[in-house]
Every structure is written in structure tokens, then in C-alpha cells.
């Protein structure tokens, strides 16, 4: 138990002493080639040389996928490790004038598909389009995101219970990397990434019947699936109870999701990935819709107005506390669960959005102003996890008005 402690102690003490004389022969300033001329020249280097294969030795670490169930052989499924491997990593520095700049990663939390019409299952096709490509978590820190359709979260999919998807997935031919897609409504192996395995300028298309309503998380599920997940691949799919759920004014579209690079938050210029800080579970940046908000609000609403968020979690990592500063979730489908059988929750303050999990949440808006959407762990909020719901009408002094004191309209003071 205590012998690589000794054994790293003394192959740091010997190869301690042993560079000591050799940079001691150095700084008299005899030439090197001298050093190795004389004929005890050989002891510190043999010590040397000891010391380094000693502390080799001493050193006994696992692979870190010892604590992996014996049959996956990675820290993730796939046998990949959650690094880079280097050569995409020069590949892309060497191509880097070659990856699409996007303007602005976020998905637009208005881009909501309308509420489904039909009264029957139909046959229903979605094209995505995988792009890796640069762009800003905040403004001047730049990022290599991997996408669905070059926005972060993916585009939101809205389909009917009963209904047949076609989907295709098409691999820009700029990418570096293989990619596919896993949705988490899908009910079959891999929910479709065993049939979506895409090289770069590759297209591959499946069919799977949408069996279960509810709100779903998509994402890449590449090895290693974390580090394709942390980079953005990830979305949500809405599947429409049969009867439709209730008719709202608005409805908006929010995901959260962690960034991990390597260096401080807020360090600016291009930002490489963190695999470290993903597998302690640490992220730079805990973000609404890919990046930092910064044209805000981008969410509007009048009062009076019913209001329904459909809120994701991309993970990998953490779990979302998301409420809304000032608001009250007067309804609330847990976990995004709906359809027949499933009960509805009544007056939520805060809901719980897991990891490749959702949540949906309604309410009314009574009073004007700006509500802020957080994840109320709220450290969080120093690292990007927020956004702003603008409320415009009248004001309702019934339900939210200051009180004037007597004192301060310089009145007396009164005891009740
Ligand atoms: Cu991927």
C-alpha cells in the first residue's frame, strides 16, 4: 500500500540529484559534449534514467474507464475517449478558415412549429442538416459548436401521437466528425442512432412511429456522446397528445446546456474544448439556447396573455432548477409528460428539468414588467443561465402595486 509512495520519493530525490549535476556541469559553463566525455558521466545519467522508469513504475493509475461497467471500455460508451482526438484537432486549425461563422447561435426561443390541426396520424418528413461551425458564447468568445441545422438548441419538431416520421439526417461535408441522432421519442435501438450514423457529406434517413406523446430531448449519441452533446448537438421534439394540449397565446422554446473550454469563464478569443472539466462535470458556461443572452428580451408577451414554455435540458451534466423570477407556474406536465393517464401539476414555484429531459409550464402573465428565467441553482447565473420574458400592458394594482407611507408622502406616522 505505502511502497509507490516510497518508490516516488526516491526516484524524485535521484532524479533530483542527477539533474543537479548535470546543470551544476552547465552552468560552470563546460560544454555538454564534455559532460559526457568524462568517464562518471554515465552514473547520473543511469540515475536519471532510473529515476524517470522508477516513477513510471510507482505511478499506478487506472484507465479512466476503470469505474465503466467491465463490457464499455471507455469513460463513455464507445470505446472513445471524451478528448479531441488530436489529429481532428490540428485538422481543425488547419481548415479553420473553411467553418461556416455564425452570426448568432441561438435558436430564436419564438421559433415554436404551430399547434397540430389534424385529427388523424399522418406521414410526416424532417430533414436536418449537421454543421460544425464557429461562433460567440458571449461577445469575442468564440466556439467550435457542433449542430442540428447551425443553431443551438436544433430546430424544434412538433408531431401527432400515432403519427410516422421520415427522418434524414444529413452530415455537412465541412464536418470533421461522424455524427447521428438519438431522439429520445424514438422506440427502437438507439432511438434512431443505430440508423443515423452519418460520415461528413453523408445523408441517412429513417422511419419510426411516434408511439408516445410527450415533450422529448434529441441529441447526437456519437462516442464519445458527452463531448458531441457538450459541443450543442442537442434539441427537443414535441409529440402532441392526440387531443392536442389546451390553446395558448404563446408559446416558447428554451434549452439549457453546458459548455466546457478549457481556461477561465469569460477568457475571450477562440475557446478550445475542456474534456477535464467535462468529465468532472465543471462547465464554463451554463447557457439558455447556446450562448450568452445578450439582445434581450427576446421573449414577449401581453398581459393578460396565456403563456407556455417548452423547457429542455441538454445536459450532460447537470440537472435544471428552472423558474421564473416573479412568476408562478399555475401549471406545470413533470418531466414532460402528457397524454392519457398522466396528471398535470397545479402551482409549481420551481420544476425540475433533468438532464436529455423537459418540462413544460404554463401560466398567465397579470402584471407588466421583465421576468427573468433562471435555473435557480443560481450560481449558474454568473455562467450564462438566464433569459428575460417582457411583459407589456396595463399595470394591475390589485395584484402588484407599491404602497405609498404616510411617511413618505410626509404625513405623520399611525399606529393600527
Ligand atoms: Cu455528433
Known amino acids: 500500500m505505502y511502497t509507490y509512495i516510497i518508490l516516488e520519493m526516491i526516484s524524485a530525490l535521484a532524479g533530483a540529484v542527477a539533474v543537479i549535476v548535470f546543470l551544476e556541469h552547465i552552468l560552470r559553463q563546460r560544454p555538454v559534449r564534455e559532460f559526457f566525455k568524462k568517464r562518471w558521466a554515465f552514473i547520473p545519467s543511469i540515475v536519471f534514467v532510473i529515476a524517470f522508469f522508477g516513477g513510471m513504475i510507482a505511478n499506478k493509475t487506472y484507465a479512466p474507464n476503470f469505474a465503466m461497467p467491465p463490457f464499455m471500455h471507455s469513460h463513455a460508451p464507445g470505446g472513445i475517449s471524451a478528448a479531441l482526438p488530436f489529429g481532428k484537432v490540428l485538422e481543425f486549425f488547419r481548415n479553420q478558415s473553411h467553418f461556416e461563422r455564425v452570426a448568432d447561435i441561438s435558436a430564436d426561443p419564438n421559433a415554436v412549429p404551430p399547434a ?55 452530415n455537412d461535408a465541412s464536418s470533421l466528425h461522424h455524427h447521428n441522432i438519438d431522439l429520445h421519442a424514438v422506440t427502437g435501438p438507439g432511438g434512431g442512432a443505430t440508423l443515423s450514423d452519418v ?63 478549457v481556461g477561465e469563464t469569460g477568457k475571450r478569443g477562440l475557446v478550445p474544448f475542456d474534456s477535464n472539466a467535462l468529465v468532472a462535470g465543471e462547465p464554463n458556461y451554463v447557457v439558455f439556447n447556446g450562448r450568452i ?26 440537472i435544471s432548477s428552472f423558474h421564473i423570477i416573479g412568476e408562478i407556474f399555475d401549471t406545470v406536465y413533470p418531466e414532460g409528460a ?79
Request: charged fraction near 20%; charge should be negative.
Open 338 to 416: 402528457m397524454g392519457q393517464g398522466s396528471s398535470v401539476l397545479k402551482n409549481v414555484q420551481t420544476t425540475i428539468v433533468p438532464a436529455g429531459g423537459s418540462s413544460v409550464v404554463e401560466f398567465t402573465v397579470d402584471v407588466p414588467g421583465k421576468y427573468l428565467l433562471v435555473d435557480h441553482a443560481l450560481a449558474r447565473m454568473n455562467k450564462g443561465a438566464w433569459a428575460v420574458l417582457e411583459v407589456s400592458g396595463k399595470s394591475n394594482p390589485e395584484v402588484f402595486s407599491p404602497v405609498v407611507s404616510e411617511h413618505d408622502s410626509g404625513g405623520s406616522m399611525h399606529m393600527h
Open 116 to 170: 397540430i390541426e389534424r385529427d388523424a396520424p399522418a406521414e410526416v418528413h424532417i430533414d436536418l442538416r449537421v454543421r460544425e461551425v464557429v461562433s460567440e458564447i458571449a461577445s469575442g468568445i468564440y466556439y467550435n459548436y457542433w449542430t442540428y441545422n447551425g443553431q443551438v438548441p436544433g430546430p424544434m419538431l412538433r408531431v401527432r401521437e400515432g403519427d410516422t416520421v421520415i427522418l434524414s439526417l444529413t
Open 199 to 261: 460520415n461528413p457529406g453523408e445523408t441517412k434517413t429513417f422511419k419510426w412511429k411516434a408511439l408516445n406523446p410527450g415533450l422529448y430531448v434529441y441529441h447526437c449519441a456519437m462516442p464519445n456522446v458527452s463531448t458531441h452533446n457538450s459541443h450543442g448537438q442537442y434539441g427537443m421534439i414535441l409529440v402532441e397528445p392526440k387531443g392536442g394540449l389546451p390553446k395558448v397565446d404563446k408559446e416558447f422554446y428554451i434549452v439549457q446546456g453546458e459548455l466546457y473550454t
Open 293 to 318: 443572452e445578450d439582445n434581450v428580451p427576446r421573449m414577449k408577451a401581453n398581459v393578460g396573455d396565456r403563456v407556455r414554455i417548452y423547457i429542455g435540458n441538454g445536459g450532460v451534466n447537470l
